[in-house]
């Protein structure tokens, strides 16, 4: 049995889908926002063309597996 996915990674589908690139591109564009606050993180991937909810759970999830800050 296949658990269901929670919390921000329940948005991976969407974004990709809506969006165009996987995670892992979108990982490697936040790379060099490493360190950064997670609202200029945000602000990054909105100016991308993200919408406020996607770029937040990846920045989430960015900041958490990622980002070491």
Request: without cysteine.
């Amino acid at each position: 049995m296949t658990e269901q996915v929670r919390g921000p990674k329940s948005y991976f589908p969407s974004i990709e889908q809506k969006y165009g690139l996987s995670i892992e591109a979108w990982i490697e564009r936040l790379r060099p926002l490493a360190g950064r606050a997670h609202m200029e993180q945000v602000a990054f991937l909105k100016e991308q063309g993200m919408g406020h909810g996607h770029a937040n759970a990846l920045v989430h999830v960015f900041r958490a597996e990622h980002d070491g800050a």
